[in-house]
Structures are given as C-alpha cells and as structure tokens.
C-alpha cells in the first residue's frame, strides 16, 4: 500500500522564479520517493533590478504577481496539499523587496520568505546531496544563482563548512563583483579545502545543467575541468546572437551562462578537482525535502 502526496516549491531566485510540484511516494518497509511531477520556470530577472537600482520595478511586480497567480491555479490543479516559497538574493537586497511579498499575498494569496544566504545553503543541502555522496570522499557543493553563490564542504558524507558569497551571473554581467569578492571567494576555498585530498565538485543551477545536457553524458558521469575550459572559451568566443541560434540557447540563458562557467572554472582550479558532478537538484527540491521532514 502507497501513501501518495503532492508537494510544491516555488523558487524566486535572481535570474528566474520555478515552481516544482513533486509527488511524494511513502511506502511501509521502503525510503521515501520524491519523484518530479511538474517543473515550470519563467524568467523574470529581479537581479537586474535589485543589484542595480535597488528596488524590484513595477514592471516586473506585475509580472510577479501574474507568475504567482498562475502558480497558484497550477498547484489547484495539481492538487499540491503543501508548498514553501522562498526568495533568495534579488529580494533580500531590493529595498521593497518586503513590500513586494506583501501584494503579492494580498494578489495571489501565496506567502513568501525572504531568506538569507545560510538558510539557502542549509535548504540546498536538504535535497538529495547526500545520496550521491561517498562516504570516503570529499565534496565541494557550488550553487551558483543570479545574485550568490553558495559553497558548502562535505566531508565522510557530512557537511564541514559552507558559505554564501555575494558573486552570482547577474551581478557579474554588471560588472558588480570587485576583486576583493574574488579573492575572498579563493581564500575561502583554498583554506576550507587545505585538510582534504582529492576533491570532487557538485555543480547545481540552471546553466551547469545546460553544460551538461550539451555534453551529452550519462547522469551519473562528470564533466572535467578541460571539458569545462573549453566549453568556456567556445562560448566565450560567440557573440550573444549566436549562442541563441547555433546552439540554441535561452534568451535569458545566453548570457549568463559565460559568468557562471568562470565561477565553476575558480571553484574547480581552487579546491584542486579535476571534476565535477552535476546531479538534478537545486533549491526547490531542497524546500520540498526540507518541508516532508519538518526542516522549515
């Protein structure tokens, strides 16, 4: 006899907002099931708001809201009995950003939390991490978003560190990110990575996924560092245009995907691994995770 239920996450990140809806299988004697029902992705760039005016534009708050109203029916349809929403980067440094949430409760009736950079990383790790870890091997988790970039340690199957750093796409392809962020970024990595041999990353968010997808590997193979390199110089040496048409790329993909390269690129060449994994998991499936065990 199976238990099924129905789980949503919505996703307000700096680059796009999600809404995954996962079924969640319960059956007596086995592990529960997270299987993906539903993934619905629009791209409305609060980043390009928030990290250069400082506030989310009326334009793009009514596009929120239609988002999220659409959101809502969708979950009614699917009939999703619980769901989390969470806004990352773009919301907690817009100054309206509380604003925002509250008329879209009143519009939409749907509740958002602004959460921090550690709460975003704890979620991240709640998702399905730990069963691709080995107990004998060392990781380095990179979520890179539109706004941050989350960086998290996992040691003997555990987590020994992690840390938020404000270097994400958007705020790169407007030139917002100084050296200083950069080395901070390295020295963090440098130190944190010191004790461990053999480090292996695990790349997440949506343009590592278009990387790998273009690769055309098994899911359970990673990319290497030169396969990365290279990926990176052969895009970089495409115009805008061209990434959309010869590739084949997203508008709202072809440009940020050069910036989230490089900083796969630094975390790899400054932990010292030669490759990353690039499983399917991102923040939603950490919020649907963290609410069937009462984690949020």
Partial sequence: MISIKKYAAIDIGSNAMRLLITNVVEQAGKETQFNKSA??????????????????????????????EAFRLLMKVYKVERYKACATSAMREAYNGKEVTEIIREKSE????????KMEAAIIASSD???????????????????????SLFDDGKIVASKSFKNGTVRLLNDMVNDIVWLEIEKWIKTTCEPFDNITLIGSGGNINKLFKLSGKQQDKPLSFLYLNSQYQYLSSLTYEQRISEIGLNTDRADV????TRIYLNAMKWSG?????????????GIVKAMYYNRI
């Fill in 129 to 151: 991490l730990n069963s691709l870890l080995t107990i004998d091997k060392t990781y380095l988790y990179v979520d890179v978003g539109g706004g941050s970039t989350e960086f």
């Fill in 273 to 285: 691994a030669r490759q990353i994994y690039v499983p399917k998991i991102g923040l939603s499936d």
């Fill in 39 to 68: 993934l619905i992705r629009v791209p409305i760039r609060l980043g390009q708001d928030a990290f250069t005016v400082g506030e989310i534009s009326q334009e793009n708050i009514d596009r929120m809201v239609d988002a999220m």
């Fill in 110 to 117: 749907i509740d958002i939390d602004i959460i921090d950079g």
């Fill in 257 to 260: 995907i050069i910036p989230a």
